[in-house]
């Protein structure tokens, strides 16, 4: 079966800092990849997706940037915080190109300071 | 902006109740899900309806879907204290991605 792992759960950081935050999927193969972030009871922003290894689109224009280096990995990065990127972090991953249901990891929280 | 709203955007209800949702969005869809999000923790699939469906069941589930209308509640009967979370739905729109409503926090009294 296919599980989808994200890391860490919660992050304090710095004002300036750098960030990376992992998600790997097991199970599956060539899935869609995609980056989400919560603010506090609010719905969910798509920051980033990918449908393949290297290949990255970008939803909206930020402070933050995402790659994908394997098949079934996706990082979500910063090279410096601002507090406007506190939020709930979410990876996703779903089955081909058609889109069908999402199956999400269990999120991160990242608190900026 | 694409994104569906939810209406209501709180729901208060006790045990045992049903409790209905509704989500509204603005282009034509290949598919309308919904989700569920327990506080703190990331989105579980509830379930799925295409767009040439009306209606779907699933356990204490009940989605109904109006293409004319552009909308689709989500019916949780006989409440339980356990159902209490945000449900969102999310439409698929012929890409790579969905698109999420603002979502329903829903309280269920024991």
């Known amino acids: 079966s296919q599980t989808i792992h994200q890391w860490p759960a919660t992050l304090v950081q710095p004002v300036g800092s750098p960030l990376s935050l992992e998600c790997t999927v097991e199970g599956t193969s060539n899935p869609n990849l995609y980056w989400y972030r919560q603010a506090a009871g609010r719905g969910l922003q798509l920051l980033f997706y990918?449908?393949?290894?290297?290949?990255i689109s970008s939803e909206v224009p930020q402070n933050l940037s995402a790659s994908r280096p394997q098949d079934r990995q996706f990082i979500l990065s910063s090279k410096k915080l601002l507090l406007s990127d506190s939020g709930f972090y979410l990876c996703?991953?779903?089955?081909?190109?058609?889109?069908?249901?999402?199956?999400f990891g269990p999120g991160t929280r990242l608190l900026v300071l | 902006s694409q994104q569906g709203e939810e209406d209501p955007q709180a729901l208060s209800i006790q045990e045992g109740e049903n409790a209905t949702m509704n989500c509204s969005y603005k282009?034509?869809?290949?598919?309308l899900q919904w989700y569920r999000q327990n506080s703190g923790r990331g989105l579980v699939h509830l379930i799925l309806?295409?767009?040439?469906?009306r209606e779907k069941h699933s356990g204490r589930l009940r989605v109904t879907l109006d293409t004319s209308k552009k909308s689709s509640s989500l019916l949780i009967t006989a409440s339980r204290a356990a159902d209490t979370a945000s449900y969102f739905c999310a439409t698929s729109h012929n890409t790579d991605k969905l698109i999420f409503g603002t979502g329903t926090r829903l309280q269920v009294f024991p």
């Open positions: 996703a991953w779903a089955p081909g190109t058609v889109q069908e249901t999402q199956y």
């Open positions: 309806i295409r767009s040439n469906e």
């Open positions: 282009t034509s869809i290949n598919n």
């Open positions: 990918s449908v393949g290894i290297g290949q």
